[in-house]
């Protein structure tokens, strides 16, 4: 699948385009009800903590993306876009406890988790790039980034070992205390929201380009713990540029398709 050549965009774009989990919904008798709710449950905090920093002026976040591969059903949790950059995020929700890695294998204390191996997102970063370069569009690929909630509390969450393939690892509480060093602070560019917006589900799938209001609200800061985990390596972010209000300009309506989805 490729993206249509992009003209610069004469729109202006809501800040958060998607539905969080929204394609999970029809996976149920696939993958068991209790496994598609954990990762709803994932991305709906994930979504929560970005709609903090989402807001007018601000970078602009697609939730539950189609993955650009001919005959791939797999789909992208989110898309975080400032200024040029483009950040891909994957939200889980895993049984708490230590996890290492060691000689490419990834155990939670002495567990091995092989599911912590997969390489989805090297491929999830490559088919963007490659869509995105057929546009004629500019953009900044960043390593992309894993946000893991625990599935409970009975244990906290330590991933300062977890090394997985092509991203960097975060908990959920860390990338709520650290929003603007993994989602930035500029606001997106609009050809860049343009030419991923063909690419959300719920798009595709409804009658509306802007289904803002299917978007959980924000959860107070104070609501997640202040301190980010140690050991975390990510790239670092430009520093933010002066916020601007938007002028909204009338836009055009993405192409309607149905099609399956499924989670990394």
């Known amino acids: 699948m490729s993206l249509r050549r992009t003209p610069p965009s004469t729109a202006t774009y809501p800040n958060v385009i998607g539905t969080p989990g929204g394609s999970l919904n029809n996976l149920g008798s696939k993958f068991g009800a209790g496994q598609t709710s954990a990762g709803q449950d994932g991305e709906i905090k994930t979504a929560r903590a970005l709609a903090n920093l989402c807001t007018p002026g601000g970078p602009t976040v697609l939730h539950d993306l189609v ?59 490559t088919a963007i790039s490659k869509a995105l370069s057929g546009t004629g569009v500019r953009f900044v690929m960043r390593r992309p980034v894993l946000v893991i909630w625990p599935s409970n509390t009975k244990k906290q969450m330590s991933l300062w070992l977890f090394r997985p393939t092509s991203a ?18 500029k606001p997106a560019n609009q050809d860049l929201v343009a030419a991923l917006v ?67």
């Open 168 to 185: 960097n690892a975060v908990t959920g509480a860390g990338f709520a205390a650290r929003l603007h060093h993994y989602a930035g602070m």
């Open 198 to 264: 063909p690419l959300v589900i719920s798009v595709r799938d409804q009658r509306t380009p802007t289904p803002t209001r299917q978007v959980p609200s924000p959860i107070p800061a104070e609501a997640f713990r202040t301190v980010a985990p140690r050991g975390q390596s990510a790239d670092l972010l430009p520093e933010p540029i002066a916020k601007s209000t938007p002028v909204v300009r009338p836009g055009t309506s993405p192409a309607r398709e149905n099609f399956a989805s499924d989670d990394f």
């Open 67 to 125: 993955l650009p591969i001919a005959n791939i059903t797999a789909n992208i949790d989110h898309i975080i876009i400032s200024g040029l950059e483009v950040r891909i995020l994957d939200s889980k929700t895993w049984a708490p406890g230590f996890y290492w890695t060691f000689a490419g294998k990834t155990r939670r204390g002495f567990t091995r988790v092989d599911h912590a191996n997969t390489r989805t997102m090297a491929m999830a970063t």
